[in-house]
């Protein structure tokens, strides 16, 4: 079956380090891969999209890695600040069909 | 400003009853969307639409029913029928079903079964 793992449900950081979260995918075949920032209570804003033929995406503190062959994502936040905290949600859309599926999140707390 | 407003933000439903949640979006998006998103899990979809007057079922469509009269428009039905509705309810849009481009979600609506 599908599935979309992500590494844990909760990750704690000290403020300035670099915060790295990981979204691992199953039976997959996915044409683009998304990650979504949600404060509680709110819907998730957008962050970033790698398509499948990229290997690295950089957005201001940001960066998002693709591999295709391990199956997996990586999310980093660089310089984190205590901001920075909220749930992170990868998201794969498929490539046959346009599916989109996501992941259950990671909840990323950033200690001052 | 261009956006999602869904409504209301909370909402409680009796045993038996029909409730409606409003998503409206003034971004000219064409695609919409509805998940279900519950403690621990991924967002689930309930149901799309492409484009007006047509829409297609999700994963968990059942005990749920929508509508698309108007491109701005995609209000969600919680029937009698779905039997665990507690959770929190978020549309969405995009620009078009291709998904090159991220969603735009609203603030969600947040459902308690009293």
């Known amino acids: 079956s599908q599935k979309i793992e992500q590494n844990s449900e909760a990750l704690n950081i000290q403020e300035g380090k670099t915060a790295t979260l990981t979204c691992n995918y199953t039976n997959y075949s996915p044409a683009y891969l998304q990650w979504y920032r949600q404060d509680p209570g709110r819907g998730p804003v957008f962050l970033l999209l790698?398509?499948?033929?990229?290997k690295e995406k950089r957005k201001e503190r940001l960066k998002v890695t693709f591999d295709t062959t391990l199956k997996q994502s990586l999310f980093h936040i660089t310089a984190s600040q205590p901001a920075d905290s909220a749930t992170y949600l990868c998201a794969l859309v498929r490539r046959d069909n346009n599916d989109m599926r996501f992941g259950a999140g990671t909840r990323l707390t950033v200690k001052p | 400003d261009g956006g999602i407003t869904q409504s209301p933000k909370y909402l409680f439903r009796k045993e038996g009853q029909n409730v409606t949640l409003s998503c409206e979006q003034n971004l000219n998006h064409d695609a919409m969307y509805w998940y279900r998103q519950d403690p621990g899990q991924g967002l689930r979809l309930i149901y799309y639409s492409q484009i007006v007057n047509d829409f297609q079922k999700g994963d968990i469509a059942e005990g749920y029913s929508v509508s698309r009269e108007k491109k701005e428009s995609f209000p969600l039905t919680v029937t009698s029928a779905q039997k665990n509705p507690t959770a929190f309810y978020l549309c969405?849009?995009?620009?078009?079903?291709?998904?090159?481009?991220?969603?735009?979600f609203g603030s969600g609506t947040r459902l308690t079964v009293v």
């Open positions: 790698i398509r499948e033929n990229e």
């Open positions: 969405a849009s995009s620009m078009s079903s291709e998904l090159a481009v991220g969603y735009t």
